[in-house]
């Protein structure tokens, strides 16, 4: 079922959305887009673009459910397309063009294929379980031991999450001064298709929804990064507010200053 074939075709159906995407891109005015959940911005691009994914891939394997970012979950549970049509929607309706595509095939909700696009710069991560991760076709190497202080990591504000405001900024306080820098990027797929290709090398954030992250946390096991909640547990985003993960050594670091200022049972 999860094929080289299948993941060529999902490729291919990512390079159709966002060409279409980039047509739209920079047309809308400024502070367009509707707000679905406070700070949470959806357009008509969004909407158009889900259905365009999901019609492909009900051809490719109509026997899977979706888990979509605008059209919720429908069919099955145990097999199931979760997609994010534009993650980064408010840098999308902005004129930034640091958004992308996200799209993982889930199994009993482990991801098993996963690929995320970036329109702006016709990018691809890339990933089938055991075969590795690729970027733009050419396998990535595998994370190396690393001191947080040769790190720079990824993080993104907790404008979900007001209850967390203070924790985050704390705790990005502690680790500013204990790494080589932190960027917020805005679009927590393409951050954590950064970690596990390299060009970044940890990363935390709060509250992220299983769109968010279902195709990147494959590319993060399958390019030996480490992965946790907050207390070093294994993380899932169906139980877990926070997410921790980044190179061997930099990731043990980084838990353990996040474990400090978001604790467990107060966050």
């Known amino acids: 079922m999860i094929n080289n074939f299948l993941l060529e075709a999902v490729i291919n159906l990512c390079r159709t959305v966002g060409d279409y995407q980039l047509q739209q891109f920079r047309r809308l005015c400024p502070g367009s887009g509707s707000e679905k959940d406070e700070r949470e911005f959806v357009s008509a691009v ?18 899977a459910g979706f888990y979509g970012e605008e059209t919720g979950q429908e069919g099955s549970a145990e097999l199931r397309w979760i997609i994010d049509p534009i993650d980064g929607t408010t840098n999308f309706l902005s004129g930034l063009d640091q958004f992308c595509i996200s799209i993982a095939l889930e199994v009993a909700k482990r991801s098993d ?21 690729y970027h733009q076709g ?12 040769n790190a720079l990591i990824g993080t993104g504000f907790p404008y979900r999450s007001a209850d967390l405001a203070d924790p985050f900024f704390a705790c990005a306080r502690d680790v500013l001064s204990r790494c080589r820098g932190i960027r917020r990027l805005g679009s927590a797929a393409l951050d954590l298709a950064y970690v596990s290709a390299g060009f970044l090398q940890g990363f935390w954030e709060s509250d992220l929804k299983p769109y968010d992250v279902a195709a990147a946390l494959l590319f993060l096991d399958e ?27 930099v990731h043990s670091e980084l838990q353990l200053l996040v474990g400090k200022f978001y604790q467990t049972g107060e966050v």
């Open 223 to 249: 390019s030996g990064c480490e992965t946790s909640n907050e207390e070093g547990l294994p993380y899932s985003p169906y139980r877990d507010r926070i997410l921790v993960c980044g190179f061997p050594g």
């Open 113 to 133: 294929l996963g690929v995320i696009w970036r329109p702006a710069s016709t990018e691809c991560f890339s990933a089938i379980r055991g075969q590795g991760l």
């Open 46 to 63: 969004d909407i158009n673009s889900e259905e365009m994914l999901k019609e492909g891939l009900i051809q490719l394997l109509p026997e």
């Open 138 to 149: 050419t396998r990535c190497r595998q994370a190396d031991l690393l001191p947080l202080k």
